[in-house]
Nanobody, 126 residues
């Protein structure tokens, strides 16, 4: 499966962005999905995950209450709605996919994902 992340940009603190991850090659309905981010000089970190069955979701502590992950399997899309953005949210955001036979699987570990998008830059100004 090929992943294409988009929707990043420059936004002021307190603003919102919606990232999108488009999949091609395979239907996303068979994949657990996740978003990660990497800030300059830092390691890539987990942001959010969503199971094949979209009602199961997991978030990093910094994302809880501000970010929302969702998916539309019919459109082969995964989204990350980011609200109340802070300068610390500045990073390159990546979407990731991992096939799973368990529709309830949530994956928060970077090493467990096989497929990655190219990343989209999010810059939050103060």
């Amino acid at each position: 499966v090929q992943l294409q992340a988009s929707g990043g940009g420059l936004v002021q603190a307190g603003g919102s962005l919606r990232l999108s991850c488009a999949a091609s090659g395979r239907t996303l309905s068979s994949y657990a999905m996740g978003w990660f981010r990497q800030a300059p000089g830092k390691e890539r970190e987990f942001v959010a995950a969503i199971a094949q069955i979209g009602i199961k979701r997991d978030y990093a502590e910094f994302a809880k209450g501000r970010f929302t992950i969702s998916r539309d399997n019919a459109k082969n899309m995964v989204y990350l709605q980011m609200d109340s953005l802070k300068p610390d949210d500045t990073a390159v955001y990546y979407c990731a996919a991992q096939s799973s036979s368990d529709i309830f699987t949530l994956i928060a570990r970077e090493s467990e994902y096989t497929y990655w998008g190219q990343g989209t830059q999010v810059t939050v100004s103060s």
